[in-house]
């Protein structure tokens, strides 16, 4: 065992003073800008408070800082942020009237903050808006602000894969073996149903790569069998019927030195899947009715919502081809088991759409927000985004309701409404179901912890410890 030498310590105590020193120095600085600013960890738990906020929302620093904002706060744009991982701004009304009687407008600007590329919390600005017309300069303002703490705080940009919202599990597999074989040249499967995000993970990969050349993205089921080939290769001038005489590049070409994406790979007819094996195998082609050899470097990402051992077995996919296109398989799961990240999509796209189409951010109802979360979204992540357009643009509302869901989502989740959809994390699904059935325990022995462990077959000091573990209201 190595001994901490006196030395050692006071150096300690000397880094550790540099550090208050310095924290200090910035809580000076801030308590002096007549702007509110705060800052939240990665957790939600407030790091920063100054004293505008303190005499906005009158809440003592002493009292937040260390807290979670929301203990505080609800639906704050800082904690949309920690969820999306996006920038937001708004503007909104604040029901405390100023010393002349009048209602309180502010702007909030709310940013992520990475450090060396991790998610390391959100840093907001907020200030008084007087009348509409002082916006835009407040806005600059406040941009500069923002600009100011993310330098501090050695912001980074972010990359595609932030692109692809979650916090799942299941969504964090997919993403960190994304990255794991981005940089290699392997051919990689992406399985998932429609709507799973197949596109956007391979832009991902392709950016995260660095190669030099384009991303083109097929979708195979979308060209008709008789165009097939000169699609992929191209052909020579004058050699191709009904083409244009100067001859066409193919979408192989097109992709040399770079990416191509072949969505719903199970609809190439088994003809171009032997041209395409022997392309993929030999790394040249020739344009139709050409002759000269184009050398080939490309890396083929394929996305399929199909069980291709199947259609293998079934003699409708090439079993060659499959095992060169699936070195790497990524599943993508379905949103109805990454229900943890329901919420975190809905207010992406509600920032999303509301800005696409014109409308200042709409807020959404607790009781709307469950209904969503409970739906099973069969066309999962494009079929969320759009019912969030559905709703965004029909509604005449500030805040977004039950009456705004479409028909067809409450009907859906009306009729399941007693089907639980359990994760594929088991430990996570085991916890699911204990609460399920002491709460059923509970009810059925009208509250008595005894009853309650018989009829579950535990002890009662394993009950109450449950109990305690997940928080579950005690029945008297």
């Known amino acids: 065992m190595q ?9 300690n105590k000397d880094s550790e003073k540099v550090l208050k020193e310095k924290y200090l120095t910035l809580k000076y600085i801030t308590e002096q800008i007549n702007e509110g600013i705060s800052a939240i960890d990665k957790d939600g738990v407030v790091l920063l408070w100054n004293k505008f906020m303190e005499n906005r929302y009158n809440i003592p620093a002493n009292v937040i800082v ?7 706060l609800e639906d704050t744009i800082s904690e949309r942020v920690l969820n999306t991982k996006i920038p937001m701004n708004d503007v909104y009304h604040n029901k405390k009237y100023d010393d002349e009687g009048k209602d309180l407008f502010g702007f909030v600007y709310a940013s992520p903050v990475f450090y060396k590329g991790e ?20 806005l ?8 100011y703490l993310e330098n501090e705080m050695r912001s980074m940009s972010k990359n595609d894969f932030d692109q692809i919202l979650g916090k799942s599990r299941a969504i964090e597999k997919a993403k960190g073996i994304a990255k794991q074989v981005a940089k290699t040249n392997s ?6 149903e429609g709507g799973t995000g197949k596109e956007l993970f391979a832009r991902a990969i392709h950016k995260y790569s660095e190669r030099e050349g384009t991303f083109i993205p097929v979708n195979c089921g979308a060209i008709p069998e008789e165009l ?6 191209g052909y020579a001038p004058g050699e191709y019927k009904g083409g244009i005489k100067s001859g066409k590049i193919g979408i192989l070409e097109m992709a040399n030195g770079g990416t191509i994406f072949l969505d719903e790979i199970e609809d190439l007819p088994l003809n171009m899947q032997a041209k395409l094996l022997r392309v993929l195998h030999e790394k040249e082609f020739v344009r139709v009715g050409g002759k000269d050899v184009i050398k080939l470097n490309i890396r083929v990402i394929s ?6 051992n199947d259609l293998v077995e079934s003699g409708n996919f090439r079993e060659d081809l499959f095992y060169r296109l699936n070195v790497v398989e990524i599943l993508l799961p379905p949103l109805r088991e990454r229900q943890e990240d329901v919420g975190i999509l809905i207010y992406h ?19 709307a927000f469950k209904v969503l979360e409970k739906h099973e979204w069969k066309g999962n992540i494009r079929e969320l985004k759009n019912t969030i357009e559905n709703m965004v643009v029909l509604t005449s509302k500030k805040t977004l309701d039950i009456d705004d869901i479409p028909e067809y989502v409450l009907d859906s989740v009306k009729k399941h409404k007693n089907l639980i959809v359990y994760p594929m994390d088991l430990n996570e699904a085991i916890k699911i179901l204990e609460k399920k059935k002491i709460k059923e325990a509970l009810s059925l022995s009208k509250g008595n912890k005894s009853k309650a462990a018989k009829i579950l077959n535990i002890p009662r000091t394993t009950l109450y410890y449950k109990l305690e573990q997940y928080d579950i209201e005690k029945l008297d």
Do not use: H, W
């Open 140 to 147: 600059i303002r406040t941009q500069e602000k923002i600009k």
């Open 187 to 192: 051919s990689i499967m992406l399985n998932g």
């Open 349 to 367: 796209f509600l920032e999303e759409l509301c800005r696409e189409n014109n409308k200042p951010f709409l807020k959404i109802s607790r009781d």
């Open 119 to 138: 998610f390391v919390g959100v840093v907001c600005t907020e200030v008084d808006v007087v009348d509409a017309t002082k916006l835009s300069e407040e």
């Open 303 to 308: 996305g399929s919502n199909k069980n291709l």
């Open 3 to 11: 001994l901490i030498e006196d030395g050692d310590l006071e150096e």
């Open 66 to 72: 260390g807290k979670k904002m929301s203990e505080y």
């Open 228 to 233: 097939f080939e000169g699609e992929f290769f």
